[in-house]
């Protein structure tokens, strides 16, 4: 009876073939990865390449995982049908603005570019080549989110055995810039504040500016996590427009999924008693035609307003006051600086933000710290002078 060959043995040698009356020379090499249990027969898998040494370098490296028992069959899939099958099969969980990005940038980047080459085969120097063509066209972010989800996709074809590494981990991104944050001064602030007086949305500015909730949030605040009593309350939930879902308006979790809850100063208090006596009012003015939406920032029917509305007013008044590069998000940050720089620690900061680590917080408003120690050491420079005089 004849020995049966173990497996990882291969063997090369050299081929030629013709086509179209043009011969083309190439290596092979044929190694077995093991034996059919039904019919005992040998399962071989091929290699090729353009030259001996690298097939023959594929071969060792094949045999060696074979030896190791961390052999992974090269697979057939393309990238695009891995992508469509991790769409399809593991983003049932995420959150319908973030599957929204993920299908755009799958679509959009992902498979026209990548799309065609076989799983298995995709290295990294086409996905570097493939990174510096998009930062091009597209921000140092942009890019960085793409990879990310890339990254993401292919760590799930690892842990399913399809490829043996992911080719994306060590890949270099182009740096991303540091916006330098534009949060209004104490003067700019002033001029806010009498700015909107006219405005509907004034209230909302005004709980905006002074308890740094996102634009989704307090679009999103309901009356049910507002305790008047104590003076807190509690942000775990924010509106959004989900353009996948026929332009509809959702609550979601908030950025990171983790709520939070603040304590409002008396200020903030009697403006949210303020609305709750505006929707009362409503309420008997419209009657059946009232909506009781539990939102607390709503129209005169009780409806909650659209957040493209509220940023439409806001830049038009910060135009009015000579501010025009105002986003609304840079009431968030003239909330952070002000809180800062009247004395509230960083992890105080950051929890009522709603920021995952008080090291990112630090990332952010660290030159506010800076400032604040120089400031210190200009007044103890004048403490100094003082009482050496």
């Known amino acids: 009876m004849a020995r049966k060959a173990a497996a990882g043995a291969g063997t090369i040698r050299k081929k030629t073939i013709t086509r179209g ?20 027969k040998q399962i071989q898998k091929t290699i090729t390449g353009k030259t001996q040494r690298e097939v023959s370098r594929k071969l060792k490296e094949a045999t060696a995982s074979l030896d190791a028992g961390t052999y992974i069959a ?61 930062s091009q066209s597209l921000s140092a972010k942009t890019v960085k989110n793409i990879h990310g989800i890339f990254h993401k996709a292919l760590q799930k074809a690892v842990l399913n055995g399809y490829i043996r590494f992911n080719p994306a981990a060590n890949c270099e991104l182009p740096q991303r810039i540091k916006k330098e944050i534009q949060p209004l001064d104490e003067a700019q602030i002033k001029e806010f504040l009498k700015a909107i007086k006219e405005s509907p949305y004034e209230d909302l500015y005004i709980v905006t500016l002074f308890t740094g909730m996102r634009e989704g949030e307090v679009c999103g605040l309901m009356w049910d996590c507002v305790d008047m009593k104590a003076g807190t309350m509690t942000i775990n939930k924010q509106l959004q427009y989900i353009r996948s879902s026929k332009g509809r308006y959702r609550m979601v979790p908030t950025k990171n999924s983790k709520g939070r809850t603040i304590t409002l100063p008396p200020f903030v208090l009697s403006v949210l008693r303020r609305v709750q006596k505006k929707q009362l009012e409503n309420r008997l003015r419209y009657g059946e035609c009232w909506e009781d939406s539990g939102f607390v920032f709503t129209d005169d029917l009780g409806q909650h307003l659209k957040p493209q509305n509220v940023y439409r007013e806001y830049k038009r008044i910060v135009a009015a006051i000579g501010c025009p590069d105002a986003r609304f998000h840079d009431l968030r940050h003239s909330y952070a600086v002000a809180a800062i720089r009247s004395g509230d620690d960083i992890k105080t900061v950051q929890e009522n933000l709603g920021h995952a680590t008080a090291a990112f917080t630090l990332d952010v408003y660290g030159h506010v710290t800076e400032q604040m120690k120089k400031e210190s050491a200009d007044r103890m420079e004048q403490f100094i002078k003082s009482v050496k005089a």
């Open 21 to 40: 009356g043009k011969e083309y020379t190439y290596w092979e090499a044929r190694y077995t990865t093991g034996y059919d249990p039904g019919t005992g």
């Open 74 to 134: 090269p697979s057939k899939m393309t990238v695009g049908e891995w992508l469509d099958i991790w769409e399809k099969e593991y983003l049932l969980g995420v959150k319908p603005s973030t599957l929204y990005s993920y299908k755009a940038v799958i679509r959009n980047h992902l498979k026209p570019k990548l799309g065609a080459i076989k799983l298995e085969a995709l290295s990294p120097h086409e996905i570097q080549t493939f990174y510096n063509e998009l």
